[in-house]
């Protein structure tokens, strides 16, 4: 792959005469297409680890589980993603974007597409908790392949000046799918089943393949206009700076774990909303997301202050999940003031929701810029294997947190997971 650039280097990319490795001429916009398939690659997975949870009230009821079983099934789906995707990175360092892309998204539709036939609930039968648990773990296993094989792809085609912003671009795809997902999944499960709804993903997920085998190959390494010299460094399994930031990442996504993964059953549950009011305020809080993280791409790119923007989404994530435990420790005691209660409550929650999921591409370009050119898949990978590490656990920690201290348990523990993460980012330069 090329490397990246020296951060001095401002020129745009010239990619008119630009050839790649396997002789094709690109025209100076091709970039945007591969930017576009790692969009449509995301999105597509996004869909599925973030849909899915969506669906929990209406997957309890139709797999009948308790709130134990249900995390377990969950958590398993981000255990498949934390287990694979380290491997899928160091594969896509050795094979290329290309390849590991297409492999997995195929394998993905292909697994989501038997799960739509062979394990959801029928008048025969009811699939168990193990079935139901296996298959998410070996989706999450298949879906690993996305995140470094597509990050990998927008850093070797962007320069400096626009990876930020390129990248926050593509992480728009998490809220993005997860949005869809939230808003779609629930009401397909209802109308039609689980079987429609792992069809949807399969269909999703054998699109975005398509899109890498038309138009995703190798960036262009002719003439001085495109991507230079690879960094030096360590490999970034030895390099400690790439693994705080990728520990500060993962942490920094418990918070936001809970709310993907248990954020239906909390409104559904302690607020008492109805399907759509849920599926409308999970997809604010991916839709503001989305509009946060392209911001704060090119704010970073504009300024140069990456790390500090990451502390201080840190700082203010904690400070929203703190302001929603008080609200649940004190709101029913404050006399005549239920209504009002209950409307704030969706409200803290989307804001929550928005702040602790806004700087995950500014995250992971500083990470891939500190790895080097030769090490992004990887690197990107450790980080990611953090992150689903967290939607393993979470939601297999929060019904144990309900049963000891109720809601306002998991909502301090979500604050106090934003709060640590804050010192493990770097310092700004």
Request: proline share 5%; glycine share 12%.
């Amino acid at each position: 792959m090329s490397a990246i650039v020296n951060c001095s280097d401002r020129q745009p990319p010239k990619l008119l005469e630009d050839t790649g490795s396997a002789g094709r001429v690109f025209k100076p916009g091709h970039r945007w297409k591969v930017l576009g398939i790692g969009v449509a690659a995301n999105a597509a997975f996004s869909a599925t680890f973030s849909g899915i949870p969506a669906t929990a009230v209406v997957l309890r009821q139709g797999y009948h589980l308790g709130n134990a079983e249900l995390g377990l099934a969950l958590g398993l789906l981000g255990l498949g993603v934390a287990l694979s995707e380290l491997p899928w990175g160091l594969l896509t360092d050795r094979w290329g974007d290309r390849r590991v892309l297409l492999i997995g998204l195929g394998a993905t539709a292909v697994w989501l597409l038997a799960m739509a036939m062979l394990v959801v609930p029928t008048k025969a039968g009811i699939p168990g908790v193990t079935l139901l648990s296996a298959s998410l773990l070996i989706t999450g296993l298949l879906g690993g392949s996305v995140n470094g094989s597509s990050g990998r792809a927008i850093m070797g085609w962007f320069r400096e000046n626009e990876r930020g912003f390129a990248m926050s671009i593509r992480q728009t795809a998490v809220p993005l799918g997860g949005g869809l997902g939230a808003l779609v999944l629930p009401s397909l499960a209802q109308a039609f089943g689980f079987g429609a709804v792992f069809g949807v993903l399969a269909g999703a997920s054998a699109l975005s393949a398509l899109f890498a085998w038309r138009w995703l190959h190798e960036p262009p390494t002719a003439g001085e206009g495109h991507l230079a010299s690879a960094a030096v460094g360590p490999a970034p399994l030895r390099n400690r700076d790439v693994w705080r930031i990728a520990t500060a990442i993962g942490l920094l996504c418990f918070p936001q774990v809970a709310v993907l993964t248990f954020a239906s059953v909390f409104l559904h549950d302690f607020v008492g909303l109805g399907t759509a009011a849920i599926s409308a305020s999970l997809a604010a809080v991916q839709i503001g997301a989305m509009v946060m993280r392209i911001w704060s791409g090119r704010f970073t790119d504009r300024h140069g202050n990456r790390r500090q923007f990451l502390r201080l989404c840190s700082a203010f994530s904690a400070l929203a999940f703190a302001m929603l435990w008080l609200l649940v420790l004190f709101g029913p005691t404050v006399p005549g003031g239920q209504l009002i209660w209950l409307a704030v409550l969706p409200v803290v929650l989307i804001v929550a929701g928005i702040s602790v999921s806004a700087w995950h591409g500014v995250a992971y370009t500083e990470l891939a810029t500190l790895a080097g050119a030769s090490h992004v898949g990887t690197a990107l990978s450790l980080a990611n294997t953090f992150v689903f590490v967290g939607f393993f656990l979470v939601p297999v920690a929060i019904p144990g947190l309900l049963h000891l201290w109720s809601w306002s348990g998991v909502w301090l523990a979500a604050a106090i997971c934003a709060l640590i993460a804050r010192p493990i980012f770097l310092r700004p330069a």
